[in-house]
T-cell receptor
Framework: DTGVSQDPRHKITKRGQNVTFRCDPI?????LYWYRQTLGQGPEFLTY????????KSRLLSDRFSAERPKGSFSTLEIQRTEQGDSAMYLC????????????FGPGTRLTVT | AQKVTQAQTEISVVEKEDVTLDCVYE???????LFWYKQPPSGELVFLIR??????QNEISGRYSWNFQKSTSSFNFTITASQVVDSAVYFC??????????????FGKGMKLTVNP
């Protein structure tokens, strides 16, 4: 059983460019979550999906951010017109929706905006 | 609003010492879940434990133990006989409990534990 995987692991981009990250959850996990973690802080919730439906979005998720999970399997998180403040670790997690409350995290994508 | 406070930001101990990581939470929900995660230097968050708000029984797993006290809104984590491999950042987290599974996690700021040989 493979864990949550994320790609790429590291991304360096110039301010103003668009970036897209991918997350593959644990198979059969129908809930998928995105979090953002900056240095010295705990992860902050961004959004989550149950299957292909996006159930909640944080106010942290500005209109430059969009997330999709088109077939209820993998998910993508896109950031348009990146800003230096977007530099962070982007974490993906997954869980089973029925009676399982722990979330299992991937290794993260570290974004650096120069 | 939900909030998790980990007052200690960093602790350094010598191997074999016991160490307790404090966690205090705030929520208006009557039913909720509490968690501890470990983030080693490699960066990946590792799930350690989940506790339901209606179950105040303490739990022990090897060198790890957890003390949940609803009256003081605390969920403390103790590592007995610490080892160098325990060096990591530890996060306490809270989520609502709704039918249908896990909701978003609200994390504390984390506590960096360094265990020296």
């Amino acid at each position: 059983d493979t864990g949550v995987s994320q790609d790429p692991r590291h991304k360096i981009t110039k301010r103003g460019q668009n970036v897209t990250f991918r997350c593959d959850p644990i198979s059969e996990h129908n809930r998928l979550y995105w979090y953002r973690q900056t240095l010295g802080q705990g992860p902050e919730f961004l959004t989550y999906f149950q299957n292909e439906a996006q159930l909640e979005k944080s106010r942290l998720l500005s209109d430059r951010f969009s997330a999709e999970r088109p077939k209820g399997s993998f998910s993508t998180l896109e950031i348009q017109r990146t800003e230096q403040g977007d530099s962070a670790m982007y974490l993906c997690a997954s869980s089973l929706s029925e009676l399982q409350y722990e979330q299992y995290f991937g290794p993260g994508t570290r974004l650096t905006v120069t | 609003a939900q909030k998790v406070t980990q007052a200690q930001t960093e602790i350094s101990v010598v191997e074999k010492e016991d160490v307790t990581l404090d966690c205090v939470y705030e929520t208006r929900d009557t039913t909720y879940y509490l968690f501890w995660y470990k983030q080693p230097p490699s960066g990946e968050l590792v799930f350690l434990i989940r506790r339901n708000s209606f179950d105040e029984q303490n739990e022990i797993s090897g060198r790890y133990s957890w003390n949940f006290q609803k009256s003081t809104s605390s969920f403390n984590f103790t590592i007995t006989a610490s080892q160098v491999v325990d060096s990591a950042v530890y996060f306490c987290a809270l989520s609502e409990a709704r039918r249908g599974g896990s909701e978003k996690l609200v994390f504390g700021k984390g506590m960096k534990l360094t265990v020296n040989p």
